[in-house]
């Protein structure tokens, strides 16, 4: 190939030796830098087996077009062998609006399932036993009114509360930071993810009320430390906020969680997770010295890297997926979701889902590497690099701390910025074939092989929204405008808003109703326009 | 809604903001070899519809930027009739428009739409995001100009955007000359 550009340095532009050896782990540890599997600092795992006790829960993130549909998707998904849900909802509901607003338009269904009040849960969830599979969901802004949508549903199928499990998202710093779907400025925000917190310790004592993301992160062009600096820095936000509120520690720590991307890189992306893991044990017994070790072990789930993927030659995505997992385990992830082939073009089809799942299962059950926890721990490269990312984004810890934390430093814009800037520079690397991406920038074909991608029907928009304006007629119209207006008293008051809303899901009210209350009190968060 | 923020970074470097008249990147005319005065292109670029996926199109609008044209950015969550009359106040050449919400045939369409009522196809629109290839032919159809995929290089782009022959820009020069 002509003038390609010898490139060692991985994506979060660290130089890489040509071989590593003791002498690049000098001060090396055992007890102290990676300890067993399942003890502190848990660098090599959070359980004692590892995979041997259980596998990684595969949960592919899934939902499109009305409930109805992506109720058939999660069966199918079921029955495919997945051992977990995950529920992706479309524009509107993600950033609390109706069906039936005019923002939603031709958005309705179109990158994940329309969920407007209870009625849509109810369907989405049908058949479905909460009791006995876990539900992740990704939503943010509106994540209260979902959560409760989730709580009535599991109430009417019968489960109890304390059985049920899963994980919500709730996570609206990296929204400000990268993801950009938000509703209210950072301190409701904060209030209404506590009040969330509160409720789960009290009443849904295994469900995980807050995933720390720094998928997004990653996605929005950031490098692999930036994402875990940025990342557990957020964490560590939430435990002060919820302390701050009254919480303890040891009463929720335990029930937090992450989520974190699995990009190109593969060592890079291991070093990733094992230095995530020691850097929040070690930060949290410093910081907040709790009593409980599980307060200390970081979990996480993993998906693949969208924006690794590439829309020519989309077969290669399955080899790209492939490594990318990989990682994931080889790093210790507790559940993953793996992307699929056709995920630049439009949503997956069914085929494209399976051989994603396929591939999760060829990895679990035919390669051997869960046989044993951390396979790789003690390898010099991964060792040295494991220590290069706990101490960069240690340093990134410094620096929003002089910042005066996470929330001050996104109002100046500082995570922002330096995910743009570190966006460009790999933006230009490939551009100038620093780095090579197969089938783009080398080894590129003038013809593409389409590949057959999922249709979303313009119906759904238009049942939805007749289904909607149904619905809104047929509910006790008195009922639901008393419940939203004791929702606005309580926020105003800054009161306890899980009841609240709890009771205005009951009477059928809308997210985008709900959602107005919070805009109403709360007001909206809006972004300086800056490049 | 329309992007407008109440924070600002002073240390980035801002691309005016239409709200904002002061704050706008005036760019001088430069003179041709024939001595008359050639405008900048003049590009609009924004977020259409709900979804904040901006890494690309921020990369996009500066590399715009960097290679001579005058942008205007309006950020993330624009509705079509935001980004018309930001056109129209702005009396731009070319609006890129960056979706990953896949509701670009109905957004796309309606942007087309608003600009035929008021007189100004001849703006023209270009796209990009998360797009089957079945809708870039029939967003072509409809009227818009080119549509980039992930992993379209810049600099391909940057080519495209170039080679836009506007007929607005050609008016306007008459006009100011």
């Known amino acids: 190939m002509k003038s390609m550009k010898k490139c060692f340095r991985n994506l979060s532009d660290i130089e890489i030796q040509p071989v590593y050896g003791p002498q690049d782990i000098k001060d090396f540890d055992y007890q102290y830098d990676l300890g067993m599997p399942g003890e502190f600092p848990?660098?090599?795992?959070?359980?004692?087996?590892?995979?041997?006790?259980?596998?990684?829960?595969?949960?592919?993130?899934?939902?499109?077009?009305?409930?109805?549909?992506?109720?058939?998707?999660?069966?199918?998904?079921?029955?495919?062998?997945?051992?977990?849900?995950?529920?992706?909802?479309?524009?509107?509901?993600?950033?609390?609006?109706?069906?039936?607003?005019?923002?939603?338009?031709?958005?309705?269904?179109?990158?994940?399932?329309?969920?407007?009040?209870?009625?849509?849960?109810?369907?989405?969830?049908?058949?479905?036993?909460?009791?006995?599979?876990?539900?992740?969901?990704?939503?943010?802004?509106?994540?209260?009114?979902?959560?409760?949508?989730?709580?009535?549903?599991?109430?009417?199928?019968?489960?109890?509360?304390?059985?049920?499990?899963?994980?919500?998202?709730?996570?609206?710093?990296?929204?400000?930071?990268?993801?950009?779907?938000?509703?209210?400025?950072?301190?409701?925000?904060?209030?209404?993810?506590?009040?969330?917190?509160?409720?789960?310790?009290?009443?849904?004592?295994?469900?995980?009320?807050?995933?720390?993301?720094?998928?997004?992160?990653?996605?929005?062009?950031?490098?692999?430390?930036?994402?875990?600096?940025?990342?557990?820095?957020?964490?560590?936000?939430?435990?002060?906020?919820?302390?701050?509120?009254?919480?303890?520690?040891?009463?929720?720590?335990?029930?937090?969680?992450?989520?974190?991307?699995?990009?190109?890189?593969?060592?890079?992306?291991?070093?990733?997770?094992?230095?995530?893991?020691?850097?929040?044990?070690?930060?949290?017994?410093?910081?907040?010295?709790?009593?409980?070790?599980?307060?200390?072990?970081?979990?996480?789930?993993?998906?693949?890297?969208?924006?690794?993927?590439?829309?020519?030659?989309?077969?290669?995505?399955?080899?790209?997926?492939?490594?990318?997992?990989?990682?994931?385990?080889?790093?210790?992830t507790q559940s993953l979701h793996t992307n699929s082939l056709d995920e630049t073009l439009a949503l997956p089809t069914e085929e494209a889902v399976k051989i994603a799942v396929r591939t999760q299962q060829i990895i679990a059950h035919e390669s051997g590497v869960a046989n044993t926890a951390d396979p790789l721990g003690g390898a010099y490269y991964l060792e040295s690099l494991t220590n290069r990312m706990e101490s960069e984004a240690k340093a990134y810890f410094d620096k929003l701390d002089e910042m005066g934390g996470m929330i001050e430093a996104i109002q100046r814009g500082f995570p922002q910025s330096e995910i743009h800037r570190a966006a460009v520079a790999y933006q230009k690397e490939t551009d100038n074939r620093e780095r090579i991406i197969v089938g783009v920038n080398a080894y590129a074909e003038p013809e593409e092989r389409r590949v057959p991608t999922l249709k979303i029907k313009g119906e759904v928009e238009k049942k939805q929204v007749q289904r909607l304006k149904q619905r809104k007629k047929s509910r006790n119209a008195k009922k639901v405008a008393a419940v939203l207006s004791q929702l606005a008293g309580i926020a105003e008051a800054n009161g306890d808003l899980m009841p609240a809303v709890i009771e205005a899901v009951r009477a059928q009210c809308t997210v985008g109703e709900i959602c107005e209350v919070f805009r109403r009190v709360y007001g909206e968060y809006r972004e300086a326009v800056s490049l | 809604m329309g992007g407008v923020g109440i924070l600002q970074y002073p240390n980035t470097p801002s691309l005016h903001n239409p709200s904002e008249k002061r704050r706008v990147i005036k760019t001088r005319s430069m003179k041709t070899a024939t001595g008359k005065p050639a405008r900048k292109l003049r590009v609009l670029i924004a977020k259409v519809g709900l979804d904040g996926h901006d890494r690309g199109v921020k990369i996009v609008a500066r590399g715009l930027r960097d290679a001579g044209m005058e942008v205007i950015y309006l950020g993330i969550h624009n509705t079509p009739e935001e980004i018309a009359s930001s056109a129209l106040q702005e009396d731009v050449d070319a609006i890129g428009l960056s979706i990953h919400s896949a509701a670009h045939m109905t957004l796309f369409g309606e942007v087309l739409a608003l600009l035929k009522k008021n007189k100004a196809r001849d703006i023209a629109v270009f796209g990009g995001g998360i797009i089957p290839q079945e809708d870039i032919r029939s967003l072509k159809k409809m009227g818009i100009k080119e549509i980039f995929t992930p992993g379209a290089p810049l600099e391909e782009i940057v080519k495209f955007v170039k080679s836009i022959k506007s007929t607005r820009r050609k008016a306007r020069t008459g006009n100011s000359a």
């Open chain 1, 42 to 332: 848990f660098a090599r795992g959070i359980y004692p087996t590892m995979y041997r006790g259980r596998l990684w829960t595969m949960r592919q993130f899934a939902g499109f077009g009305t409930a109805e549909e992506s109720n058939r998707r999660y069966r199918y998904l079921l029955k495919q062998g997945n051992t977990g849900l995950s529920v992706a909802f479309d524009m509107p509901t993600l950033m609390g609006y109706d069906s039936d607003d005019p923002r939603s338009r031709g958005e309705v269904g179109r990158c994940g399932v329309a969920i407007d009040s209870l009625a849509d849960m109810e369907t989405l969830f049908r058949d479905i036993p909460l009791d006995r599979v876990s539900v992740s969901m990704t939503i943010n802004g509106p994540a209260i009114v979902l959560f409760t949508l989730y709580l009535v549903v599991a109430e009417r199928q019968g489960v109890r509360l304390r059985d049920l499990q899963g994980t919500l998202q709730n996570d609206i710093l990296k929204e400000y930071i990268a993801q950009k779907e938000w509703i209210c400025p950072p301190a409701p925000s904060l209030k209404i993810i506590n009040d969330i917190v509160r409720f789960c310790v009290e009443s849904v004592p295994r469900y995980h009320p807050i995933s720390i993301s720094g998928y997004h992160i990653r996605e929005a062009g950031s490098t692999a430390v930036q994402e875990l600096a940025f990342t557990l820095y957020d964490g560590l936000t939430y435990v002060m906020s919820a302390i701050e509120a009254g919480l303890k520690v040891d009463e929720f720590a335990p029930r937090l969680s992450f989520f974190f991307n699995a990009h190109n890189d593969f060592f890079e992306e291991i070093a990733k997770y094992r230095a995530a893991r020691r850097l929040w044990a070690r930060e949290m017994k410093a910081r907040f010295r709790p009593e409980n070790a599980a307060s200390l072990a970081l979990r996480f789930h993993t998906q693949t890297a969208g924006c690794a993927l590439t829309a020519q030659q989309p077969y290669n995505n399955v080899v790209r997926v492939t490594l990318q997992a990989l990682a994931a385990v080889l790093g210790g």
